[in-house]
């Protein structure tokens, strides 16, 4: 069993879920809220990863971060070392990769909120950061664990665009994906599928356990 | 302190609708009736500054809120108002205490916790504090609504229909809670109804909104009781509208006689500046006319005609019935009154309209 690349993936799909958290949720907010008419633009990027193969997404991301950019330039000048074929890069590359898995549930929730709600936080004196920190937050808070949760399986199990920016270096840029690949391209089936199972039965753990807590089956049904 | 509210608003929502309305209310309640679509709500919308208008100005005492003149405009966060939304708008996630201490995050604790004790208590809610507002029945939650409006000590209070869908002890109660609070604290208070038996169970002062602008303002016997417009007869229960034509008057009795149109029915209705020959529109209330199962005698009513029961409906308390007099009346009588008569279709029965219940209306 390949436990870096295990501990590699898992690290890079909680780094990722984080940064989208902080990302995503000021992104989602502009997003629900905006009242600019070229606000399809900006939800047409968003939602790209979506639809776009990861190899398109990878190749573009090697040339934005590559040696010759400007990103790249600026990367090296300021750390020392590139940034493709880095887990940092790995990391940059995910975040647009798994962007619409955060962005658009957040959205989603956002929208639901009554904005009478929202209204009558403002007539009682609420800034509007206090009005989404005290009212819109908590009342989206299914949509963030959701955002949260698909962005982190998601890039658990990315592959396209991990090989394609990160190649596949071991306990650098070798996550679990790719070591299965690896491993069935060197015959040892037996090996691929127990990292196979074992990605099998983390991903439904996490996503089980989310909508546990969202369900809340042990709850007792509120009377209306 | 006076505190009044001066406002003159234009806004404009769409091609057929501009909202253009000015008031100049004092402490109180203040009843703003209409219709829906009338402007209500965009009205109250404008003056908490959640609208903005085009052009006017909103003034409270001598704080100005909106000059479009003088490019002043405070956000609903600095206008010191109270807003009671007709879904309430009460914050689900939150306790009725933490819903209550929304508005008054800038006081200490101990000075919030008294007014938040002190404002529940007036309005009967102490013992709820700690349920959500999905635990409380519909009455207490609008209770809880005002209370959370209130607890900020505003300058103005604007309330959206924040009583419908209660039933009529409930809903005196609460206005009575909140007459009582008025009489502590003197702001003008706007209140927003649609139903006209709401309008002489609370007002001093009514305004009547149609198509965006003041059709009628007074007190409500005076715009309620003698309607000027047609509109405002239907919004104010009128049921009964007829045209007709003058075919006599008696300036001596202060009455006149008018024939109502595709009939030989004579009406005796009040003295107005209309020639004989002159059409005239009469409406009367449905619970105006009497209605008896023999032909009446010795009555000062002026007007009595025969005609036929056609149908009649069970609407709540009240029975409406149909009759045919030549011309088809509409009228309310209680179902014990329904029983006592022996009303059936087809039943011969006499109206009894008093020529005083009988109101004029512009054509």
């Not at chain 1, 300021?78 to 658009?104: C, D, M, N, R």
């Amino acid at each position: 069993m390949d436990w870096t690349a295990i501990a590699l993936s898992v690290r890079l799909a909680t780094i990722v879920a984080l940064i989208l958290l902080v990302l995503g949720l000021p992104i989602a907010y502009w997003l629900t809220f905006s009242k600019w008419r070229g606000k399809f633009l900006v939800e047409g990027v968003v939602a790209l990863p979506l639809v776009l193969p990861p190899t398109v997404l990878g190749l573009y991301v090697l040339m934005a971060i590559g040696s010759q950019s400007p990103i790249g330039r600026a990367w090296t000048a300021w750390t020392g070392h590139g940034l493709a074929f880095t887990f940092e890069g790995l990391v940059l590359a995910s975040i647009l990769y798994s962007l619409p898995f955060a962005v658009q549930p957040f959205a989603s929730a956002f929208s639901q909120v009554d904005t009478t709600l929202l209204d009558a936080s403002a007539t009682l004196g609420a800034s509007r950061w206090r009005t989404f920190q005290r009212i819109v937050l908590p009342l989206s808070v299914e949509g963030i664990v959701t955002g949260l949760v698909l962005s982190f399986a998601h890039t658990l199990g990315e592959f396209g665009v991990v090989l394609m920016v990160g190649g596949n270096l071991p306990g650098i840029t070798r996550t679990v994906s790719i070591s299965i690949y690896d491993q069935v391209q060197a015959f040892q089936y037996g090996a691929a599928h127990k990292t196979a199972l074992l990605l099998l039965a983390f991903s439904f753990a996490v996503l089980a356990s989310v909508y546990a807590i969202l369900r809340k089956p042990w709850a007792v049904p509120a009377l209306s | 302190m006076s505190a009044r509210l001066t406002a003159s608003i234009r806004k404009r929502l769409s091609d057929h609708f501009t909202l253009d309305v000015a008031l100049d209310e004092a402490q109180g309640i203040t009843i703003v009736f209409g219709a829906s679509g009338s402007g209500k709500s965009t009205l109250l919308r404008c003056l908490s500054g959640l609208l903005t208008p085009e052009s006017g100005e909103v003034r409270v005492g001598a704080t100005t809120l909106f000059d479009s003149g003088r490019a002043i405009n405070l956000s609903p966060q600095h206008r010191n108002m109270g807003y009671v939304f007709q879904q309430l708008a009460l914050f689900p996630h939150m306790s009725v205490e933490r819903n209550m201490a929304y508005g008054v995050p800038h006081l200490t604790p101990p000075e919030r916790q008294k007014r938040i004790a002190s404002t529940a208590e007036r309005f009967g809610i102490a013992h709820l504090l700690a349920r959500k507002p999905g635990a409380i029945s519909g009455g207490e939650r609008q209770r809880v609504a005002l209370a959370r409006a209130l607890v900020s000590d505003p300058h103005l209070l604007l309330l959206d229909e924040p009583l419908s869908g209660l039933d009529h002890t409930t809903q005196s109660r609460i206005i009575d809670d909140l007459r009582a609070w008025n009489a502590a604290h003197d702001i003008p208070i706007l209140y927003v109804t649609h139903s006209h038996r709401e309008v002489f169970a609370l007002g001093e002062r009514v305004v009547v909104l149609e198509n965006g602008r003041v059709l009628a303002k007074g007190t409500p016997q005076e715009v309620m009781d003698a309607p000027a417009h047609e509109t405002l007869a239907q919004l104010a229960g009128f049921e009964n509208f007829f045209t007709g034509v003058v075919t006599g008057r008696r300036p001596d009795l202060g009455v006149m006689q008018c024939r109502l149109n595709g009939t030989t029915t004579e009406l005796e209705i009040p003295l107005a500046d209309i020639e004989v020959g002159a059409p005239v529109r009469v409406a009367i209330r449905a619970g105006d006319i009497l209605l008896a199962n023999q032909e009446p005698r010795g009555l000062s009513a002026r007007n009595v005609l025969p005609g036929t029961l056609v149908f009649t409906v069970q609407e709540g308390p009240t029975v409406v019935a149909r009759i045919d007099a030549g011309i088809f009346f509409t009228v309310h009588l209680t179902p014990g009154a329904m029983e006592t008569l022996h009303l059936r279709p087809q039943c011969p029965v006499w109206l009894v309209v008093k020529t005083h219940s009988c109101r004029l209306v512009a054509l």
